[in-house]
């Protein structure tokens, strides 16, 4: 039962366009969505993050789209950038408690120059 | 500023041996977790922790062990190390805000053979 799931293994995109990377949720009591990048042989780092009361958060080349009907979120990256090739994974949690994070299965998005 | 602090980086196990992977952090936070993450599985969590000597079962607790006596550490004991325990394994900790995310450590990357 994958509660949070991102259906493309991985992506490729010419640097200087858009990145779009998208998720899927199925539990709606889910309060908050993030995003985490990974590089190999490394742990993940937080990027952004968006709580279910906002459809939309931005921090510099970074914005994520929260569609609650659909239980969709999707994260825009542009321009793209080289720095940018890494394995994503989108993760959510309810709120109050402990705010375990359920994770989805990841990502690789590959920047070409 | 270490952040969260995971050791060994690397080990090899022989089936049914055991080990302690050790985790620390500095931003005295409350909460902390062990996650497993399998080759195009995402994270799984194992154990989390709210504070000082409380902690609770994740997702996938079964041949692991934790305890929390300080608020810095949390260490993840296997017993009876098996095959199905090969997997690189991460730490975090957390405010416990929700939108802030976790801070991961570097992983420990464990064999059983």
């Known amino acids: 039962d994958q509660q949070v799931k991102q259906n493309s293994p991985s992506l490729s995109v010419q640097e200087g366009r858009i990145s779009i990377l998208n998720c899927d949720y199925t539990n709606s009591m889910f309060d908050y969505f993030l995003w985490y990048k990974k590089y190999p042989a490394e742990g993940p780092t937080f990027l952004i993050s968006?709580?279910?009361?906002?459809d939309k958060n931005e921090d510099g080349r970074f914005t994520v789209f929260l569609n609650k009907s659909a239980k969709h979120l999707s994260l825009h990256i542009v321009p793209s950038q080289p720095g940018d090739s890494a394995v994503y994974f989108c993760?959510?949690?309810?709120?109050?408690?402990?705010?375990?994070?359920?994770f989805g299965q990841g990502t690789r998005l590959t920047i070409n120059p | 500023n270490a952040g969260v602090t995971q050791t060994p980086k690397f080990r090899i196990l022989k089936i049914g041996q055991s080990m302690t992977l050790q985790c620390t952090q500095d931003?005295?936070?409350?909460?902390m977790y062990w996650y497993r993450q399998d080759p195009g599985m995402g994270l799984k969590l194992i154990y989390y922790s709210v504070g000082a000597g409380i902690t609770d079962k994740g997702e996938v607790p079964n041949g692991y062990n934790v305890s929390r006596s300080t608020t810095e550490d949390f260490p993840l004991r296997l017993e009876l190390a098996a095959p199905s325990q090969t997997s690189v394994y991460f730490c975090?900790?957390?405010?416990?805000?929700?939108?802030?995310?976790?801070?991961f450590g570097s992983g420990t990357r464990l064999t059983v053979v």
């Open positions: 968006i709580s279910s009361i906002k």
């Open positions: 931003m005295n936070h409350n909460y």
């Open positions: 975090a900790s957390s405010s416990g805000t929700g939108y802030d995310g976790y801070t």
């Open positions: 993760a959510a949690s309810g709120s109050g408690g402990a705010q375990k994070l359920v």
